[in-house]
DNA sequence: GGTGCGTGTTACCGGTCAGTAACAACGGCA
DNA sequence: TGCCGTTGTTACTGACCGGTAACACGCACC
């Protein structure tokens, strides 16, 4: 029934133990960032999750709102890694901002996918979509923590500075996927450490 | 026919007087932009360009074909831009990067969505899709001149600057679309120019 | 007056899409 | 044993998709 647009046959991937709505939301996480969110189906999330596509729709009442649930979880995943910088390096912001910028070159090294709220944010072009004001939400939540980290880590333009490494980020993980890994999203790690230089040296 | 995503019916709007290849470009190119690439058929382009969709396949064979006809016009615009700096502000680099700054806060401020040819790299998942190396090719060109611009200005670090600037203007674009015209992205000319100043002083 | 090319029109193809209805089978639980 | 909530199965709808065939029309050029 659901085909991969490579053409192949689906295959199920996931926990088999876990319930039928955790499965779908991993399945459906992994589907739309591999191949874009209008680039599969239902029917082939359904499918590669290990059941079928009643079942997904009693658990999503649409697939507007599947896509809303993904965008959640990864929302949340990322909350985590958040409070794990703080957790690696308690009282030391400094060390704590270093682990971003690595993080986030470790990101682009890893996938080619960039990020998927910026690529839902892309590909999901109606104004009012509900998930539009989830994504907001977040990258502005994201933005401010790392403002407040810069703040902490005794820079006097934190504001700024914040700015531009969540822009640099965002551009290097958008690169990644229009001109390829040898890009300047490589540069990430070496580029950031010289601006994050910068501004503490101003 | 052909009905555009919000639900409201086409309206032709592009020069009548012109060929309908040329219509069917330029109106092509608007609704690929507005709506998503795999957000828009192509009856509704050709019904929108005032022609038919027998007409778009005589001159574009396939939609990809015309997906890629629409990014190389997208292209050779980028690159008569590009042209001008150097029109504008002969044997100046300098004050030619700062237009390039001037133009990319501009391009940002302008329009809500994007750069065309990274809003297709993220939708267009297909690794050997025929549009892939032209966006490469244009993104790695754009990077190349900005590298150029910065050396010939007396940066030192004139790759890394490029690089920078580069990420910077890409991820303001794509922010833009995520989290508004209040984000980030809004102070991409104050950021750039602080970077700049940076690279210049060290 | 003819000839051909570009264009318009209509109808169609097979496929995929999101979403729903009806019913059968399962599981635990009392 | 009977009950009930969850799941599986099959089949269906109506819409849209990219792409094509066949044919009629108009217009320039010779």
Redo the contacts between chains.
């Keep these: 029934m659901g085909k991969i647009?490579?053409g192949a046959e689906v295959a199920v991937s996931c926990c088999p133990t876990a319930r039928p709505r955790e499965r779908i939301l991993s399945t459906a996480r992994d589907l739309f960032r591999?191949?874009?969110i209008?680039?599969i189906g239902v029917d082939t999330i359904a499918e590669a999750a290990g059941t079928n596509k009643m079942t997904l729709y009693r658990h999503f009442g649409s697939k507007d709102d599947l896509v809303c649930e993904c965008l959640k979880t990864v929302a949340r995943e990322g909350s985590e890694i958040w409070d794990r910088f703080s957790v690696d390096h308690p009282g030391d912001p400094t060390a704590q901002l270093h682990q971003w910028v690595r993080y986030g070159a470790a990101c682009i090294a890893s996938d080619g996918?960039?990020c998927d709220?910026?690529?839902a944010?892309?590909?999901l072009?109606?104004p009012d979509h509900p998930a539009r004001r989830l994504?907001?939400d977040v990258?502005?939540d994201y933005?401010d923590r790392l403002a407040r980290l810069c703040a902490a880590a005794g820079v006097v333009?934190a504001e700024?500075l914040?700015?531009?490494l969540?822009?640099?980020?965002?551009?290097?993980r958008?690169?990644r996927?229009?001109?390829?890994v040898e890009?300047?999203?490589a540069?990430?790690l070496?580029?950031s450490e010289?601006?994050i230089a910068?501004?503490k040296?101003?």
Excluded: C, H, W
Aim: no cysteine.
């Design positions: 647009p490579g591999r191949y874009g209008r680039g996918r960039g709220l910026a690529n944010a892309v590909e072009t109606e994504i907001e990258k502005r933005r333009q700024l914040a700015d531009t969540s822009l640099m980020l965002e551009g290097a958008v690169s996927q229009s001109v390829g890009g300047p999203s540069r990430f070496r580029m010289a601006v910068a501004f040296g101003a």
